[in-house]
């Protein structure tokens, strides 16, 4: 996409505005595949917390993508945006066995992450194929709200207790079908995805009825010109010759699963903000922006360095700026940027926006959130309106008079 597109939609659908490129998570999506060719069975869940707009989940349906969702209400928007159950993966963490009764009862596959449920569940449907979420004790990934495969993390099963974890198993008698981790997002090194795959590996060899093993995701994607970015083709390189390698050792041709959320749609979304004010202090020049944490939280929460550049003055000469939201905490999207020359009115682009940016959005500060808008054979699609004052009241209710009085 090009910023003269961007600053026309920035015009024609108003600020802020989030633009995603169905070109750019067609060719991930396709990248990704093609690095994993050489594998029999190969299944990608589109990990739909990263950016759960329903157009966004039926282009990758219709790319061949899978999902992979963390709640009930993700999965009933999977189910809405057309896809079967069968095609959904659910993969939570620390949910009520309520919840994953629910799901199992729409057909869904149920990943389980802890030994209680497993336990609880294994007792009452011991024919039900499921998956278990193994934490490989890996400490991998760009920060530490992002890193979640390590010792003192919440999530998965400890390999350390796959004896209990097998004893539950038998004496259940359940349905082991899949074994899955994730050890962290943004992760560079593939020697990490190879370290932890043998980690998975060495947990399949105690379970004779596997169909698939899913190995998460965490691939780093790159922020900005000639940045870093994990290595897939070298990893598909790599990892498929030791799934292979696996598979004819255990006997059978598993289904490789990916569930990547980044990877496929950060570089393709740009978030666009109009610049409010610029202010001279006496030690920085500040952009405030018509936005703030409550659209876009990641650099504030990972401290994740969004490249923002002025598309209103593509050409102009660089200054240093402080980029800042209009929420009433500091919300600084980036410091001491240089950015092309800013006035007033100008449109800003923040890069890498279609991951984990929209969806952790909220109405904070009683802002409305943002319009989406998919650009898709070189036109702009409008994917989710621009809240109204409406949409701040759904749900309020107004104590009657009386009560109000007392
Ligand atoms: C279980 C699980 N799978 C997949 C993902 C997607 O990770 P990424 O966006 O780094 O690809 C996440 C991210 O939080 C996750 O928790």
Same mark, same amino acid.
């Given at each position: 996409m090009q910023s003269k597109d961007l600053l026309q939609l920035a015009e024609q659908?108003?600020?802020?505005?989030?633009?995603?490129d169905a070109e750019k998570i067609k060719s991930q999506y396709e990248r990704l595949t093609k690095a994993f060719s050489k594998v029999e069975k190969l299944r990608i869940n589109y990990a739909m917390k990263a950016l759960s707009n329903v =157009? *966004?989940?039926? %282009?990758?349906?219709? %790319?061949?993508?899978c999902l992979d969702a963390v709640s009930i209400q993700e999965v009933q928007l999977g189910l809405h945006a057309g896809y079967s159950p069968d095609q959904i993966f659910f993969t939570p963490n620390g949910v009520s066995l309520e919840e994953i009764e629910e799901v199992h009862a729409l057909g869904v596959q149920i990943? *389980?992450?802890? %030994?209680?449920i497993l336990e609880q569940f294994g007792t009452k449907h011991p024919t039900v194929p499921v998956c278990i979420r193994i934490n490989p004790h890996v400490m991998a990934g760009g920060n530490e709200n992002i890193s979640v495969g390590h010792i003192d993390s919440k999530f998965g099963i400890s390999v350390h207790q796959l004896p209990h974890l097998v004893r539950i198993v038998e004496n259940t008698n359940m349905n082991i079908a899949g074994i899955h981790m994730h050890t962290g997002s943004d992760i560079l090194d593939i020697e990490v995805f190879l370290y932890a795959a043998e980690i998975l590996f060495d947990a399949a060899?105690?379970?004779?009825?596997?169909? #698939?093993?899913?190995?998460?995701?965490? #691939?780093?994607?790159?922020?900005?010109?000639d940045d870093i970015e994990t290595d897939i083709e070298e990893l598909g390189k790599k990892l498929s010759k030791r799934f292979n390698a696996f598979c004819a050792e255990y006997g059978k041709?598993?289904? %490789?699963i990916f569930e990547p959320g980044k990877f496929l749609v950060s570089e393709a979304g740009f978030f666009l903000a109009k610049v409010n004010v610029v202010k001279q202090t006496t030690s920085t020049v500040f952009a405030g922006i018509d936005s703030g944490f409550n659209h876009l939280i990641r650099p504030m929460f990972y401290g994740s360095s969004h490249h923002i550049e002025n598309i209103s003055n593509p050409k102009g000469k660089e200054r240093f700026y402080s980029v800042v939201g209009y929420i009433c905490e500091t919300d600084t999207f980036a410091s001491n940027r240089r950015i092309q020359e800013i006035a007033e009115g100008d449109i800003l682009? #923040?890069?890498? =926006?279609?991951?984990?940016?929209?969806?952790m959005s909220s109405n904070y500060n009683s802002r409305y959130k943002p319009a989406e808008v998919l650009w898709i054979n070189g036109e702009g699609h409008l994917i989710r309106a621009h809240e109204t004052f409406e949409d701040l009241l759904r749900n309020q209710i107004s104590l009657p008079a009386s009560v109000a009085k007392q």
């Open positions: 659908f108003g600020s802020p505005l989030y633009v995603y =157009a *966004i989940l039926q %282009l990758l349906r219709d %790319l061949g993508s990943n *389980i992450d802890n %030994l209680s060899r105690n379970f004779k009825n596997l169909e #698939f093993l899913d190995f998460g995701s965490g #691939f780093k994607v790159p922020y900005k010109k041709d598993l289904t %490789l682009c #923040f890069r890498n =926006a279609g991951a984990y940016c929209y969806s």
